[in-house]
C-alpha cells in the first residue's frame, strides 16, 4: 500500500509562487504515473499536471507555462512548481499516484492512491 503526503501549500498573492511537495512511502519503487489535481470550492477535482517515471510530463491547459511538475525517484517526492498564481489557481491540491499506467494521465479514474490535500489560496 502506498501513502501520499502533500506540503506545501498557504496563501499568496497573485503573481507570486508556491512549490508543492508529495511525499510516497509504503514502497520503495514505483515505475508508474503521478500527478497532480485541484478541487475549488464547489467544483469537482481537475486535472492539473502529470508526470512519468522517467520525467515525461503533461500540463493542462490552465497551467501550461506557469507549472512545472518533477520527480525524484530516489526520494520517492513529487513537486508541483507554480509560478505567477492566479486567483483561480486556487483550490485544494491533491497528488495521485497509479498503480497501473505508466504513461501520464489526466482522468483521476487512472489514479489509484491519493492523498489528503494542501490548501492553496491566492489572493487579487
Known amino acids: 500500500q502506498v501513502q501520499l503526503a502533500e506540503s506545501g501549500g498557504g496563501l499568496v498573492q497573485a503573481g507570486g509562487s508556491l512549490r508543492l511537495s508529495c511525499a510516497a512511502s509504503?514502497?520503495?519503487?514505483?515505475?508508474?504515473?503521478m500527478g497532480w489535481f485541484r478541487q475549488a470550492p464547489g467544483e469537482g477535482r481537475e486535472f492539473v499536471a502529470s508526470?512519468?517515471?522517467?520525467?515525461?510530463?503533461l500540463y493542462s491547459d490552465p497551467v501550461k507555462g506557469r507549472f512545472t511538475i518533477s520527480r525524484d525517484n530516489a526520494k520517492r517526492t513529487m513537486y508541483l512548481q507554480m509560478d505567477i498564481l492566479k486567483p483561480e489557481d486556487a483550490g485544494v491540491y491533491y497528488c495521485?499516484?497509479?498503480?497501473?499506467?505508466?504513461?501520464?494521465?489526466?482522468?483521476?479514474?487512472?489514479?489509484?492512491?491519493w492523498g489528503q490535500g494542501t490548501q492553496v489560496t491566492v489572493s487579487s
Open positions: 508526470i512519468t517515471f522517467g520525467g515525461s510530463s
Open positions: 495521485a499516484e497509479s498503480a497501473r499506467w505508466r504513461a501520464v494521465r489526466t482522468n483521476e479514474g487512472d489514479y489509484d492512491y
Open positions: 509504503g514502497r520503495t519503487f514505483s515505475p508508474y504515473a
